[in-house]
């Protein structure tokens, strides 16, 4: 419970963070404004055309009497529009730090400088090209996972009384794990710490993991919202890879947190 409670800290901590470096958190509004843009329209035209689509799709119903056709291609489009949503929410982070890679980049550089006891932060040395290449390629294999469990919750999401109840709590906790570690990827790809290398070290500390996501994963349900939170989601994955690799954090945030300690320790 204590690492539930110190992963939406690092949340807390990475809004405050950027709320402090306007012109930061101004930059990092960009990639997921244009990214907003892109999935709106791509919705707008799934509503308008996805029926149209279905039936093209199903050419076999065309003979079907009564309201069977109806029912049966409204029920498809009603799926379609909802996996292509499904899709938009899981896809939405890796989509806006892929197009705003250099942004982020720079954004979580400044947040190492920043809370690390020598002013340094780490760097990959590889060209910009090489980067976008690394973090296309394992946003795409993480989107894999992430679809794989998409569609298996989609399936027990028929399931009587669980279906309503337990896999929409799931299906959360899932995505704020897949959101964190596309987040914490900024960082970690700087340290050359590999995809494979990541997921082990974010299963590790997996309730520190749900705290940071999940009420992201909430929070991401409204475009809007993601659009807005995610600089300062950016600059908190940051803290907490420090974290999860052992490294020192000084500043302002571990100032916080001292005095949060002898608060609580006084009270």
Known sequence: MRDLGAGFTYLLKGQRWVARHGRQYGFGLLPG??????????LVALAVWGEDFVGWATPFADDWSGPW?????????????????????????????????PFYENLSEKVDRDVSPDGTAPESGLPLWRELWISARDSLRVL???????????????????????????????????????LTAVALQRRDVELRARLALLRSRRTLVWGFGTPLALAFVVPF????????????????ARELLGEEITGDDSQDEDQDEDQAITS
């Open 225 to 240: 919202v993601a659009v807005f939170l995610m600089p300062g989601a950016v600059a908190g994955a940051t803290l907490m």
């Open 33 to 42: 404004l244009i990214t907003l843009v892109l999935y709106v329209a791509a």
């Open 69 to 101: 056709q109806g029912l049966f291609r409204g029920f498809l489009t009603a799926v379609l529009f909802a996996l292509g949503l499904l899709l938009a929410v899981l896809t939405f982070t890796a989509v806006t730090l892929l197009i705003g890679q």
């Open 144 to 182: 894999v996972r992430a679809l794989l469990w998409g569609i298996l919750l989609f399936a027990c999401g028929f399931l009587p009384l669980v279906g309503q109840t337990v896999v929409p709590v799931i299906g959360f906790f899932v995505t704020g794990f897949f959101l964190t570690e596309e």
